[in-house]
């Protein structure tokens, strides 16, 4: 009798088993019947509720209910989901609705909701398997410092093993239990010290922003931190500026290490070497549209006169610089020797007559840049490789100015070992500090002047593709930069590539830290009235070139 009483109580406690309903149904069940709009708390309570149910179809639910997707079907009693197609699907079962509901009462929600939602979001992405994902979850938990989280947060903290992924929830679980207002004081000042150690403008606004009937020895700790939170921003503040400084400045040794060679060999006041900027700027736009179309178009404005040719193999858009660098060297060095055969090596000697006619020159390029491109700005992408930024501490280094700034440097290497180790460079320094001499041992000076002419002209046309990535293609690009190379030259010492080199990154940094103060505007003033005052005490510059020409 006892054996046939235990079967009868085993098979009942089985047929429950069955019956019961799988782990985690029930909650996202009662969840979901509680989302049906009729109040603001209620609405918040069952989003809640979603976020600690750990079922994976919270997530989509809940991002229905932030984009305004989510409706209740007064008629059927459950909750419908619009999806991005326009389809609507149970919430429950995520069937297809085939026949549309005849009323939809769409479910409202606040900023109060919509935050509570962001923390139920981030809490069901605490264990997720992607790390990206859990670390982008604590990040969304430490903006809401949503108490809610907080039991979710502490188990997925125990279980995580990836560094960067426990310091951010580490740091969201400090921003909890310092908003909270029950937090022990040990539990609010181990907060502080860990928000302390994140040391950033969100840190800093935690810590800033305690009620009045905080504990004083954790507000004295708070705003300590605070202080010393402070002071580290100010100097990561100074080093940010630097790196915008340095970042001007190699964009302005480019600009002006051609201007310096032709200044400095052949005295010539050279009004179109801007116009040599924008030229290796507009063949960078012309290659990489080649690329993008994978054909090479070539036609004669306003007329239907042209071919159209395919590329021999496909080229990727990661290439079109390596591509377009040599390409603009020689397109803007063959049209600075024109320039200097057809114009310039008629006015040596007449210094206004020059600048005249450059400026004039410079007129013209545009003018026809402008009947060949059109007057508005030209698209030119940033290579996947040039793409992008990362962070020093809470320096933030973009990938395009880091690569200019390497660029510059080795254009500039590249340039003072051809000056030392090149025949051409040997004449264009012994040109520059007697010509009357050189020409009496035999240098052509007239082919050396075309050359040095060509040659300031091809490195400001590769000036031309570093700002294309940077600045905006314009018929007007040039003439930007034009006046602030004059100044880089003039102050670093006319001709002298190293005081090109320190005059470009002292002008560049020194800008940088005016600009905050001053604006960018009354910044550049300033930077010219100092400069004037400078050259008062030295005509000559930072480092002036030696020879007896150049003294005399």
């Known amino acids: ?89 149970d919430a429950m079962t995520g069937d297809v609705i085939t026949s549309s509901p005849a009323d939809l009462d769409r479910i409202r929600i606040n900023n109060r909701l919509r935050r509570a939602i962001a923390a139920a979001l981030g809490t069901l992405t605490l264990r997720a398997a992607d790390p990206a994902r859990r670390r982008a979850a604590a990040e969304a938990v430490y903006k809401s410092r949503d108490a809610g989280s907080l039991e979710a947060l502490e188990a ?15 740091e969201a679980r400090a921003a909890i239990l310092l908003d909270a207002r029950d937090t022990p004081d040990l539990d609010r000042l181990a907060a502080i010290g860990v928000l302390r150690a994140r040391g950033d403008q969100s840190a800093l606004a935690l810590l800033t922003s305690l009620p009045d009937d905080t504990p004083d020895t954790v507000k004295r700790t708070a705003d300590a931190a605070a202080d010393a939170i402070r002071s580290d921003l100010k100097l990561w503040e100074a080093g940010q500026n630097t790196w915008y400084g340095v970042s001007l400045g190699s964009v302005l040794l480019l600009a002006a290490i051609g201007l310096a060679i032709t200044f400095g060999v052949m005295g010539v006041i050279n009004m179109a070497h801007g116009e040599m900027v924008m030229l290796g700027a507009y063949t960078t736009f012309v290659v990489q549209e080649v690329i993008r179309q994978q054909k090479f178009s070539l036609w004669i404005p306003g007329t239907d006169i042209g071919t159209t040719l395919p590329l021999p193999f496909p080229v990727s858009l990661d290439w079109s610089l390596p591509i377009a660098v040599p390409l603009a060297f020689l397109v803007t060095a063959l049209i600075g020797i024109l320039i200097e055969r057809s114009v310039i090596r008629f006015l040596y000697g007449r210094p206004l007559e020059t600048l005249l006619a450059t400026w004039g020159l410079s007129l013209v390029l545009q003018q026809a840049v402008r009947t060949a491109f059109g007057p508005t700005n030209k698209e030119v992408s940033n290579p996947s490789w040039m793409s992008g930024a990362f962070e020093i501490g809470h320096l933030v280094i973009t990938y395009n100015r880091l690569w200019i700034v390497c660029f510059s440097l080795a254009v500039f290497a590249t340039l003072l070992l051809m000056l030392r180790f090149t025949r051409l460079g040997l004449e264009m320094r012994a040109v520059t500090q007697n010509r009357a001499m050189a020409a009496s041992v035999g240098i052509r000076t007239g082919r050396i002047d075309a050359l040095t002419f060509g040659l300031g002209s091809g490195i400001a046309g590769i000036a031309g593709v570093a700002l294309s990535q940077i600045d905006n293609v314009s018929p007007n690009l040039g003439q930007g930069y034009i006046i602030d190379s004059f100044m880089v030259v003039v102050f670093g010492g006319v001709g002298n590539l190293w005081g090109t080199l320190v005059g470009a990154f002292t002008l560049g940094i020194a800008n940088k830290f005016l600009e905050p103060f001053a604006g960018a505007v009354l910044g550049k003033i300033l930077i010219l009235v100092l400069l004037i005052l400078f050259i008062q005490r030295r005509p000559r510059g930072l480092f002036a070139l030696a020879g007896r020409a150049v003294e005399a």
């Open 1 to 89: 009798m006892s054996i046939i009483r235990w079967l009868v109580v085993l098979s009942f406690a089985v047929g429950v088993l069955l019956a019961a309903p799988p782990v985690g149904a029930a909650p996202y069940e009662d969840a979901l019947a509680n989302l049906s709009g009729k109040s603001f708390k209620q609405t918040e309570q069952a989003i809640d509720a979603l976020g600690a149910s750990a079922d994976e179809r919270a997530a989509p639910v809940l991002r229905a209910l932030l984009d305004g997707r989510l409706s209740y079907d007064p008629a059927g009693a459950r909750l419908v989901v619009e999806g991005a197609d326009g389809a609507l699907r």
């Open 156 to 170: 997925a903290l125990a279980a995580e093993t990836d560094p960067g992924v426990k310091q951010a929830m580490t």
